[in-house]
């Protein structure tokens, strides 16, 4: 069994920047899709970002402009780095990786969520 751990949440008012991370090992990022999702209370979760093993970025059009994933392979780690925050953006962040498997990637791993609440 793998779980990611997420860190790098908190409270921050509208238009202030976090950045979030999220630790793989023993996963290698180089070799593994990752992504970035959400949940706010009462909604579904949502995708915000990915990177799949090709190195293509792709993002939510809510997040695009403001939100920039990127990966340390070196350290295994994901980040999202998150500026112009809104009040909307407020949610449980999770990260998640898997291997790609033809043209589909399989998140089979998660963590457990870093909070991020912007007032």
């Known amino acids: 069994h793998v779980q990611l751990v997420e860190s790098g949440g908190g409270s921050v008012q509208a238009g202030g920047s976090l950045r979030l991370s999220c630790a793989t090992s023993p996963l290698p990022t180089s070799r593994y899709c990752l992504a970035w999702f959400r949940q706010a209370p009462g909604k579904e979760r949502e995708w915000v970002s990915s990177?799949?093993?090709?190195?293509?970025?792709d993002y939510a059009d809510s997040v695009a402009g403001r939100f920039t994933a990127s990966r340390d392979n070196a350290k295994n780690t994901l980040y999202l780095q998150m500026n112009s925050l809104k009040p909307d953006d407020t949610a449980m962040y999770y990260c998640?990786?898997?291997?790609?498997?033809?043209?589909?990637?399989?998140?089979?791993?998660w963590g457990h969520g870093t909070q991020v609440t912007v007032s």
């Open positions: 998640a990786a898997g291997p790609k498997w033809g043209a589909d990637c399989e998140y089979n791993y």
């Open positions: 990177i799949n093993t090709s190195e293509e970025t």
